[in-house]
């Protein structure tokens, strides 16, 4: 059985294709009862969100994702359960979304050095008034039959060392922690096995995160390999830490997990969860 929880997932408030209303209606159809949406730096789409799944009988808690920077790395930290009225967090993601704007103009630079015109604006167009994320690029450039899909665009233009990449300066870690913290939530690692740490670097994330009040890591999303739900599940009890599970749903074509598909966590696993209220809609 799946899991009936989903604490990640995006809607068109950043690169997911449908409106926070639908993916509400669309996890609802899916047999999610617990659902957080957690649009990245950005959190725009959650009163439409909770009323939605009020009208669907989904319980639903305040997410974000937010792109943080680490030891030159981009990692992306999730809130959870936080005030989405607090305002150090809105004014300090408003400050995210004008650098986006900004490296998306640049990535655009580096598009058009490489022979492609009208990245910016096409991409724009695509994100409608959403923020601008590389998967807007991808879409794009898929779109104007630059790569055969969304996946290979990123090798080709949107990773290090391509025409399109801009090395981002996000947040810190302390900031984006401290900021969810501070807003009431919990904080959360997002797709820890995507990083490409080696094991010093992720257990030295792992006690740094801890130390600065973080709560829990997600252990089984879409973002992981199967393999990866225990050496992550290890990993968050070695460091005190709970855990955490979410699809990263993005929408048809664009994700690796669909909602409601998501395998529950490996046994021994505390769930971040554990203490709220919303647990009792889950057996
Ligand atoms: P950004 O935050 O603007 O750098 O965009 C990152 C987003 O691009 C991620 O949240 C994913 O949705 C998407 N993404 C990143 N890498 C890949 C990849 N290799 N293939 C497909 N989508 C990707
Ligand atoms: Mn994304
Ligand atoms: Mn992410
Ligand atoms: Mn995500």
Partial sequence: ??????????????????????????????????????????????????????????????????????????????????????????????????GRDERAKEMSVGLAKAGIGGAYEGAKAIAKQSILTRSHFAQFLAQNGHAKDVKSVFKKFLVKGKPGFVDSQWMDLESAVGLIIGAGGQAVIAHPGRYDLGMVNMHLLMHEFRTLGGAAIEVVTGSHQPPQYQQFATIAHRFSLKASLGSDYHGAGLSYMGMGQVPELPAGCVPVWDDWPEKQYLS
């Fill in 1 to 98: 059985m799946p899991a009936k929880i989903d604490l990640h997932c995006h809607s068109t408030v950043s690169d997911g294709l449908l409106s926070p209303a639908d993916l509400v209606a669309h996890a609802a159809k899916r047999g999610v009862k617990v659902l957080a949406l957690t649009d990245h730096d950005d959190v725009g789409g959650l009163a439409a969100a909770r009323q939605a799944a009020a009208e669907h009988g989904i319980h639903f808690v305040n997410g974000v994702e937010i792109s943080a920077t680490w030891k030159k790395r981009t990692l992306h930290i999730v809130g959870l359960k936080f005030d989405a009225d607090n305002v150090a967090l809105k004014t300090a993601l408003d400050k995210v979304r004008i």
